[in-house]
Nanobody, 114 residues
């Protein structure tokens, strides 16, 4: 299993970013995909998830601002992040649970300044 994130960067408060994660090594279209983040000095937290059929869930802190989506033909999961705030700063990780094992990407840094 391999997960590779991209799309992070340095943005000003209120701007947008789209993260992308390309997956390989498992049957992508039968697994729930998740985005997590870890801010400075904070524990890693779940940000959003999407089921194989497209049902989604979000942390309260990002509802209405972030949108998770997937392309089962391209084996990709996306996180569209709008109205970014400084407290969205952190490393964002793609995650999948496969045969009861957690797999993570290397992460992509998102930094939001005022």
């Amino acid at each position: 299993v391999q997960l590779v994130e991209s799309g992070g960067g340095l943005v000003q408060s209120g701007e947008s970013l789209q993260l992308s994660c390309v997956a390989s090594g498992f049957t992508f279209n039968t697994h729930t995909m998740q985005w997590h983040r870890q801010g400075p000095g904070k524990e890693r937290e779940l940000v959003a998830l999407i089921s194989p059929g497209g049902s989604t869930g979000y942390a309260d802190s990002v509802k209405g601002r972030f949108t998770i989506s997937r392309d089962n033909f391209k084996n990709r999961v996306y996180l569209q992040m709008n109205s970014l705030r400084p407290d969205d700063t952190g490393v964002y990780y793609c995650h999948v649970e496969y045969y009861a094992t957690d797999y993570w990407g290397q992460g992509t840094q998102v930094t939001v300044f005022l």
